[in-house]
């Protein structure tokens, strides 16, 4: 889709305006997730104990990363509202242990199969967050 922008010579250019890509699916195993992350994220911003991302210096509220264990790979928080920073993977599988045992985070058979459901589940959180205010002037 094109809208038609006009040039100070009174001509006309095609913009290209960007289109907003549908939320990947999420797997039955990864819906678990999704809530249990969806409230760490509510959580954390409902705080405003938010941090930086230090590769990209934008603000974050749950760095997700992957972690290997047990013949498992689980989708987990790296930041750390407390601290406001980025954790370790071990620290990330210690401070989310009781949710590991307890269910509340599964584990996926493959790496691949967690990176697919990170991205899923990252683009669903983002989805829901709400627009920012713009200020007038």
């Not at 590991?100 to 599964?106: D, H, R």
């Not at 790496?111 to 920012?132: F, G, N, T, Y």
């Amino acid at each position: 889709m094109a809208t038609l922008v006009r040039k100070p010579k009174g001509k006309f250019k095609h913009k290209k305006l960007k289109k907003k890509t549908p939320p990947r699916p999420i797997s039955e195993q990864g819906e678990g997730n999704m809530e249990f992350l969806q409230k760490f994220h509510d959580d954390v911003v409902k705080r405003k104990r938010t941090g930086t991302d230090p590769e990209t210096g934008k603000e974050t509220s749950m760095l997700l990363g992957t972690v290997g264990a047990d013949d498992k790979t689980y989708i987990l928080p790296h930041h750390d509202p407390e601290t406001r920073k980025r954790i370790t993977p071990r620290s990330a599988m210690d401070k989310f242990d009781k949710a590991l045992s307890s269910g509340e985070l599964t584990g996926y058979d493959s790496v691949e199969e967690a990176e697919d459901e990170l991205h899923a589940i990252r683009q669903r959180v983002l989805a829901k967050l709400p627009k920012k205010k713009r200020r007038r002037r």
